[in-house]
């Protein structure tokens, strides 16, 4: 297949700007167990930084895990989802992990109406970048 015979459309480019990734956890288990939290998140940020540098090697591990994939269909998608959703703008520029208030914000209204949801809650409710690694150590380079 070629790859001009690939659709997609990004849901941003139709008024969705939407974070797409992030870590979910209890209130109680923030609580009981913050250094858990932050080690699981600074795991997954080196994870996908390596994946960035080296993505041959991520397709390898992938390989590993499930042999009967297709290399070069994983080389491939993994291609696509790197530039259209993981190395962004936003994460070149500022780090795995870092949110715009103003964004999320309008995203947690969207959500809120479009679900009718009671109550629309704060960013902070959403998000706690206390959990965060330092922002030199969530750059991509």
């Known amino acids: 297949m070629q790859e001009s015979d690939v659709g997609s459309f990004l849901y941003r480019d139709h008024g969705l700007d939407l974070y797409g990734n992030g870590v979910a956890a209890s209130r109680a288990f923030l609580k009981d167990n913050p250094d ?3 080690g699981f998140i600074r795991a997954t940020i080196k994870g996908v930084r390596d994946l960035a540098r080296d993505p041959n090697l991520a397709v390898e591990m992938t390989l590993k895990y499930e042999p009967l994939l297709n290399a070069e269909i994983e080389r491939d998608r993994l291609k696509m989802a790197a530039a259209c959703c ?3 703008a936003n994460v070149q520029k500022d780090g795995f992990g870092a949110v ?7 995203g947690i209204a969207l959500i809120t ?3 009718g949801l009671p109550h629309e809650p704060s960013t902070r409710e959403v998000f706690d970048p206390a959990f965060l690694p330092a922002q030199k150590d969530r750059m991509l380079q």
Do not use: F, H, P
């Open 36 to 38: 858990a939290v932050k």
């Open 86 to 88: 993981m190395i962004t």
């Open 100 to 106: 715009d208030e103003g964004r999320l914000k309008r």
């Open 113 to 115: 109406q479009g679900y």
